[in-house]
T-cell receptor, first 114, second 111 residues
């Protein structure tokens, strides 16, 4: 158990819909990272927040947005969902700002778009 | 853009030493090289990290040459439970701090 929690574990929705994925980092960790993993794309970095501020942005679509709240939990919002958005979405946390610091991954949210 | 290259897959047998090499050009001068392990349907797990030369911990060794354009993860005496995907992670140069993950190497350890 990494100490990172993600909800929900599974999510099934339809194209065009909007969903919110939630992540609670390890106690004391200020950085939260979001990743998308689909079968044909491997692990794709989406975005990194540190202490409430966006630190780095990866291949995140405009239909996706994220934020980190004052209590340090983070949410990833996915809108106008397409079939290709079906994937495992991982959240990771680390104690510091720099991306190379050891990241602790949550169990993931499996999103299925029908 | 920084890019990493790893073998797509490797096969080994229990008890053997396995070396997985990752090539990474244009790595930032102040970035570390990090390796993660991932089992199916689980999040990746940190294995080892280094900046240059050699780093060893209880599960693996990491060799990084002076030019830092590659790194080699060494797993001594692998077991069936080491069957997983191994990712090499480096940071992209510049202020964006974008993380670059390789596609990973799928290691299969056979009895």
């Amino acid at each position: 158990d990494s100490g990172v929690t993600q909800t929900p574990k599974h999510l099934i929705t339809a194209t065009g819909q909007r969903v919110t994925l939630r992540c609670s980092p390890r106690s004391g960790d200020l950085s939260v990272y979001w990743y998308q993993q689909s079968l044909d794309q491997g692990l794709q970095f989406l975005i990194h927040y540190y202490n409430g501020e966006e630190r780095a942005k990866g291949n995140i679509l405009e239909r996706f947005s994220a934020q980190q709240f004052p209590d340090l939990h983070s949410e990833l919002n996915l809108s106008s969902l397409e079939l290709g958005d079906s994937a495992l979405y991982f959240c990771a946390s680390s104690g510091r700002a720099l991306s190379y610091n050891e990241q602790f991954f949550g169990p993931g949210t499996r999103l299925t778009v029908l | 853009l920084a890019k990493t290259t790893q073998p797509i897959s490797m096969d080994s047998y229990e008890g053997q030493e396995v070396n997985i090499t990752c090539s990474h050009n244009n790595i930032a001068t102040n970035d570390y090289i990090t390796w993660y392990q991932q089992f199916p349907s689980q999040g990746p797990r940190f294995i080892i990290q280094g900046y240059k030369t050699k780093v060893t911990n209880e599960v693996a060794s990491l060799f990084i040459p002076a030019d830092r354009k590659s790194s080699t993860l060494s797993l001594p005496r692998v077991s069936l439970s080491d069957t997983a995907v191994y990712y090499c992670l480096v940071g992209e140069p510049g202020n964006n701090r974008k993380l670059i993950w390789g596609l990973g190497t799928s290691l299969a350890v056979n009895p």
